[in-house]
């Protein structure tokens, strides 16, 4: 039986992608190599974000002046973090963009701004916060997700690109991850012959479905 393994996340955790690439070393280390990765992202629009993480990153130290440079960076490196955070781990692994479809455009404002966007999540938190602090706010609020029609397209984009004779690796929101929840990304994919393991970065814990 093929394995998915679904990384979940908080999209808004400045502390993701050290998060994810921990594990992602972790279970390499262990054996696990995906012939793909599905991101939770269009790729015209990760391109788009990903360009705006310096100006983020200014705009993090200069509300934050006690976060230290290395945070900062990976502060910066939070924005669009779900493409791009298994590149150095897995570079051989195809990508498969689950968002291929998403009705959006990289040039609407909404996107072509979106560092400043993001960055309004931020701000009213203590100027004397660290990151560790910012992450603890973040993964305090509730931004759970009832299963829908997005978990039915990233479904539907991977088997567009895949069947069930490979292992594959997803980095998406925790609440796609949730295999007890009917419909969910996790749930459609363990119906179809998938074995499924979750690790949810947003408690820290590796789950066999």
């Known amino acids: 039986m093929s394995v998915v393994i679904i990384v979940g996340v908080?999209?808004?955790?400045?502390?993701g992608p050290r998060k994810v690439r921990k594990y992602l070393d972790e279970i390499k280390a262990q054996g696990f190599c995906p012939e793909y990765v599905c991101v939770e992202w269009k790729k015209e629009i990760a391109d788009e974000v990903i360009k705006q993480r310096i100006e983020f990153g200014d705009?993090?130290?200069?509300?934050f002046p006690n976060i230290r440079d290395e945070d900062a960076l990976e502060f910066e490196k939070s924005l669009a973090y779900e493409a791009d955070s298994h590149v150095d781990t897995f570079p051989e692994a195809g990508i498969i963009w689950l968002e291929a479809n998403r009705d959006i455009d990289s040039t609407d404002s909404g996107i072509t701004e979106y560092s400043k966007h993001r960055f309004k999540k931020y701000r009213n938190y203590d100027i004397n916060s660290t990151i560790e602090d910012i992450s603890r706010e973040v993964l305090a609020e509730n931004n759970r997700y009832t299963p829908g029609y997005r978990d039915v397209a990233f479904f539907e984009a991977v088997q567009a690109q895949t069947n069930c004779n490979c292992d594959i690796l997803c980095i998406v929101g925790a609440s796609h991850g949730d295999v007890k929840a009917e419909n969910s990304f996790a749930f459609l994919m363990?119906?179809?012959?998938?074995?499924?393991?979750?690790?949810d970065t947003t408690r820290t814990r590796s789950l066999l479905a």
């Open 10 to 15: 908080n999209h808004f955790d400045p502390l």
């Open 59 to 63: 705009m993090v130290k200069s509300r």
């Open 190 to 199: 363990k119906a179809n012959g998938y074995e499924v393991v979750f690790f």
